[in-house]
């Protein structure tokens, strides 16, 4: 039975956001020697670009977080030399052609698989199982049967791992599924907890109480007909060199599915802000998912005000219930921070629906004369939120 393994203890060099900041630095130092012994190329450029500790000194950045790197795709070693990958470069970009965080995951999940090139495991010889298209599938599944789909992770492994399941079976099969008695060993379960974590940066998925959810609204077809292909595994024949796989695996060609936008969650003023852009589009995916928005609220206490105006919408319209809206504060590429357990709501807030729009419209002229696609930090972002705020009569 195959082990579900993950690099443990990293979660922060997993998070989109830095990996993109880290990417940056890669290709920036791409073809440099990383194996001369007492010189580490990586480390001043990494810590003080992505302020990541990529700790202890005493180690060079590559021994220690070169699993990292091959787990994420980004980056191998040719010939002693840093090489990246074409994914590494498509999220290092910030522009129109590079790549958010949807799109990101959409080229990993039917790519990677065990035994990993990211592992001394590595071995062309075993069955691949494909564990981000398992659990994907087993979800599509569920939802299809029941309108509805989530996974913990003991069921993760009674049901996916106790069954031996590789990613490439038919959807129906996993509605047939039968408890195991399978169980995570030692750290087995820390180590599937974390790659749900990193997964669930997608915006069609939630993490909620230890568990993994799949953000899809009922009747959204073209969603769902759209995810079945991204949890189909891609098999091709292996490089017996590890290193050699993961720049293979890197490799953006015409298998890659395009990024795409849940119709179910498009409103007329969305069009008008993103102007076809990505980075609005996926600020809009996070601000337009209809499970974030019950778990935000449901964190909240009664009554429930607009940011902005400091309106009550139960009190304005008492024969609604909730009609506020949620906006994310932080920079328009920016994901959702995740913690061990659920979703952290701290850079959330609730604007009333013509609030939202205003915001909305004031960055889109914000952005427009600074000649930006987007707010360059946090920090930023929220100086431009709070300008907008002020301005109001």
């Not at 010939?79 to 990993?108: N, P, Q």
């Not at 039917?110 to 298209?133: D, G, H, I």
């Not at 449901?298 to 609604?320: F, I, K, Q």
Request: hydrophobic share 40%; aromatic share 10%.
């Amino acid at each position: 039975m195959m082990r579900w393994r993950w690099d443990q203890g990293r979660l922060d060099y997993f998070n989109f956001d830095n990996l993109r900041m880290i990417a940056q630095v890669l290709v920036a130092l791409n073809g440099v020697d990383i194996q001369t012994p007492r010189i580490d190329p990586l480390r001043e450029a990494l810590v003080t670009q992505t302020s990541l500790p990529f700790a202890p000194n005493s180690y060079t950045v590559w021994r220690n977080y070169a699993r990292i790197f091959k787990w994420t795709m980004v980056a191998a070693r040719i010939d002693h030399r840093l090489m990246v990958t074409d994914v590494c470069r498509k999220i290092a970009e910030l522009g129109e052609e590079g790549w958010g965080v949807d799109e990101y995951l959409s080229f990993i999940i039917p790519r990677l698989y065990y035994p990993s090139p990211a592992t001394q495991q590595y071995n062309v010889t075993e069955n691949k199982v494909f564990p981000f298209c398992v659990i994907l599938r087993f979800l599509l599944a569920q939802f299809k049967q029941r309108g509805d789909a989530s996974i913990t992770l003991d069921e993760t492994f009674s049901y996916l791992v106790g069954n031996n399941l590789t990613g490439v079976e038919p959807i129906e099969t996993f509605l047939t599924l039968q408890p195991t008695a399978q169980k995570g060993r030692g750290d087995e379960k820390r180590q599937v907890r974390e790659m749900f974590i990193f997964l669930a940066q997608s915006s069609f998925l939630k993490w909620s109480n230890s568990t993994l959810i799949l953000d899809v609204m009922s009747g959204d077809d073209e969603t769902i007909e759209r995810l079945e292909q991204i949890a189909s595994p891609l098999i091709l024949t292996q490089n017996l060199d590890s290193d050699a796989e993961i720049i293979r695996l890197g490799t953006v060609d015409n298998s890659v599915i395009q990024p795409f936008v849940s119709v179910a969650r498009e409103k007329q003023d969305d069009l008008i802000f993103t102007e076809g852009r990505r980075i609005r589009v996926t600020h809009l995916r996070v601000e337009r998912s209809p499970k974030l928005r019950r778990m935000f609220f449901a964190s909240l206490s009664l009554p429930y005000l607009c940011d902005m105006c400091r309106e009550s919408m139960n009190d304005r319209y008492p024969w609604t219930d909730n009609l506020l809206e949620v906006h994310h504060l932080l920079p328009l590429s920016s994901v959702i921070r995740l913690t061990r357990t659920g979703t952290s709501f701290d850079d959330l807030i609730p604007l009333c629906p013509n609030c939202h729009k205003a915001v909305h419209n004031y960055y889109r002229t914000w952005l427009r004369t600074e000649r930006q696609r987007d707010f360059s930090t946090i920090i930023e972002a929220k100086s431009v939120y709070n300008e907008a705020k002020e301005q109001m009569g």
